[in-house]
């Protein structure tokens, strides 16, 4: 029988509302926060005020990083580290989308440990316990918020690389659906396939099990539900919450189970071409399911029953395929690219694109199927469109 571990440390807010219930768990963590945010409209945000506000009225200072860029690299971390030791930082807060959580995650690792950050790359690498840390996410996409992974650029092969220790868990995530109110479609559409891509990747993952499992049924569910409405209408409160929820469970379960196909493929198109990772996890989805389903068409039947499919009387196989055709019609009707070539993918870049996602071993061992470089490179040329 196999063996699996569910490790969950974080406490969790969730609800609208819920970053002013953020004094109720501060106090011990210090009296000088780094507060981590995007170098755009993210650091503009009312909320981030709000944020200062609740810090003061408990005696807590702030000072703000907001140099983050769409997949932060080693040096804008560094230069984070140093900011928050010249200020006598004594915790810090990663407020935004994945990238400004992330950076804050491995800022609040090293703030604590020496060494050079490349060499945390892989699985239980950073020596030591971090700086308390905080996140509040203000996209549905990431889970961040509750996840041991980090994804900073500047790796061994100058690539995005994954940092994955249990010192990365924040002390606090804060969920609160009404700091996703003002993202645009584009955004939402994005970060919310990257939430479903967590949860079909994490379901059929070689390492999923009942708790996680439930999670990503749970979350599967919401995203199909409520995606399309939170792209219509941002302001849509109920289809906000289920998506913030989405993410939230999302994260949870591939913190456990792990990821696929869609992420090694999706990691190595960001760090080649900076396609959005939501963008890039769209396009490819449905492809690696495709690909995936002979493996597990148990676990993909599982999925179209939770996506809202009708899959009474069909084969196994036919039920497993209804999955695929519930994240297509998903697609069909989001403000996303539908091919890579729409992204300006030249067919010339696939033979290194799958060699590159071929060398991200963790996630290739939790994709159902196994997985040959010839196997890569006939996803990406599908996906080319």
Same mark, same amino acid.
């Given at each position: ?11 969790v ?11 109720s768990f ?6 000088h ?5 995007g170098?755009?409209p ?7 005020d ?13 000072s ?13 971390v560094?230069?984070g580290v140093a900011?928050?030791?010249?200020e ?16 804050a ?13 490349v060499?945390?790359e ?10 308390p840390?905080v ?5 549905s ?57 967590h ?32 792209c219509q209408?941002?302001s ?8 913030s929820?989405?993410? =939230?469970? *999302?994260? #949870?379960?591939?913190?456990? $189970? &792990? /990821?696929?196909l869609?992420? +090694?493929?999706?990691? %190595?198109?960001? @760090? ?30 599982? =999925?179209? *029953?939770? #996506?809202?499919m009708?899959? $009474? &009387? /069909?084969?196994?196989?036919r +039920?497993?395929?209804? %999955?695929?055709? @519930?994240?297509?019609g ?7 690219p539908?091919?890579l070539?729409?992204?300006?993918v ?7 694109l799958a ?28 996906a080319?469109?």
């Open positions: 029988m196999a063996v699996h571990l569910l490790r969950f440390p974080v406490q807010v969730f609800g609208e509302g819920s970053l002013e219930e953020i004094r501060i106090r011990s963590f210090g009296k926060a780094l507060v981590v945010t170098d755009g993210t650091a503009s945000m009312p909320a981030v709000t944020l200062r506000g609740i810090l003061a009225r408990e005696g807590i200072s702030v703000l990083f907001s140099e983050v860029k769409s997949d932060p690299d080693v040096e804008t560094e230069r900011r928050a030791r010249e006598g930082c004594d915790f810090v807060i990663g407020f935004g989308g994945g990238s400004p959580m992330d950076a995650k491995v800022i609040a690792a090293r703030l604590n440990n020496e060494g050079e950050i060499s945390w892989g699985v239980g690498r950073i020596p030591g316990r971090a700086k840390l996140c509040i996410p203000t996209t996409g990431t889970g961040s918020e509750v996840t041991w992974v980090a994804v900073i650029s500047g790796g061994k092969r100058g690539q995005k690389m994954s940092i994955v220790s249990q010192y990365l868990y924040p002390v606090l995530a804060v969920v609160d659906p009404c700091l996703t109110y003002t993202m645009p479609p584009e955004i939402t559409a994005a970060t919310g396939m990257d939430a479903l891509t949860a079909l990747e994490s379901h059929v993952s070689r390492r999923a099990w009942e708790p996680t499992r439930a999670l990503s049924l749970k979350a599967a569910g919401l995203a199909s539900a409520y995606l399309e409405r939170a209408d941002g849509d409160t109920e289809a906000r919450r289920g998506m929820l989405a993410s =939230l469970l *999302a994260g #949870m379960a591939f913190t456990a $189970s &792990g /990821l696929g869609a992420h +090694a493929l999706s990691h %190595a198109l960001g @760090a080649r071409f900076g396609i959005p990772h939501g963008v890039a996890n769209a396009v490819l989805l449905p492809h690696v399911m495709r690909f995936n389903l002979p493996a597990a068409p148990e676990a993909y039947r599982e =999925l179209a *029953a939770a #996506m809202g009708e899959i $009474s &009387g /069909l084969s196994s196989l +039920a497993a395929e209804k %999955a695929v055709e @519930a994240v297509e998903l697609l069909a009707v989001l403000p996303l539908r091919n070539g729409d992204l300006g030249p067919a010339s870049s696939v033979e290194s060699a590159e996602a071929f060398l991200n071993t963790r996630m290739r061992s939790s994709n159902p199927r196994e997985t040959v470089p010839e196997d890569l490179v006939g996803i990406l040329r599908e080319l469109g």
